[in-house]
């Protein structure tokens, strides 16, 4: 049962009303759910942030570690018990800001791990400064006359750097986003899900995007599903769906190989 996936004891969360992280984490959960993974087999790794505390309230393996380092541990993890499932749940501050290194060289190497990139486009938990998806001229509190910087685009950063299962949804579309989510996570492979996630305390005040109801209906609006004819009709509309989904040589699996094939030399003498 769902409810089981959750540590009770540290309700109520700090996310703030209206916030999209919880929405996530209840994708993940049901995603978990439907793949009829036991609590044992799974591991989630985060890193800092209002995104990162979903390490705390979830009932699997948890390491709740440090801003930007997620991934570093995760790989970690995944190289010393390549047998379960790792699971990494980021902010896009700490996925692709001080993380965003770690995050391209796993792509690079095919890591099998999930990375649940909950994009609010702004820093929450330290007060919403801005962060490498703001888009040019939003605000926050450290451009409070708008930001000059570009945004990345994460689906293709993370098709650039390799990651084998790409991925985009939003808050708004629950049951996409828990199908992507499964399909994630079932995926040997790097693996990378853009979560398009409301902050309507920092991002949507400081933006004038209204409430969170606005906000989730900005991401009904504002995007479209990958291939079908309105994407063709209205470009400017963000695309949702699955951008890539291949079988590559997976980097926990090559390592194992290439250890037997040390031992076996060893054991033979030869050089
Ligand atoms: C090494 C380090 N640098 C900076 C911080 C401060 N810090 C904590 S969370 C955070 C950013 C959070 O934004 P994001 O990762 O986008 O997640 P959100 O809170 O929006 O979910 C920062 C800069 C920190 N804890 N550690
Ligand atoms: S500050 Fe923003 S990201 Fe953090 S809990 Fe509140 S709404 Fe969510």
Redo the contacts with the bound molecule.
Sequence with gaps: MVKDYIRQRFFPH???A????GTVMSGMIRAIDRLGLQQNEIVVVSGIG??SRMAGYLDFHTMHTIHGRAVAFATGVKMGRPDLKVVVPM?DGDALAIGGNHLIHAARRNLDLTAIIMN?R?Y??TG?QFSPMTPFGEKGTTAPLGNIDQAFDIVELAKGAGASFVARTTTYHVQEMTRFLAKAIEHRGFSVVEVM???????GRKNRLGSAVDMLERFRDGTVAKGSRKAAEKPELIERGIFVEEERPEYSSEYSILVNQCMKTKESGEK
Excluded at 18 to 21: D, W
Excluded at 197 to 203: A, F, I, L
């Design positions: 700090l996310w703030c209206g916030c999209g992280h209002c995104s902010g609010n702004i929450g938990m919403g996630s409301q902050c309507p305390t920092y991002y």
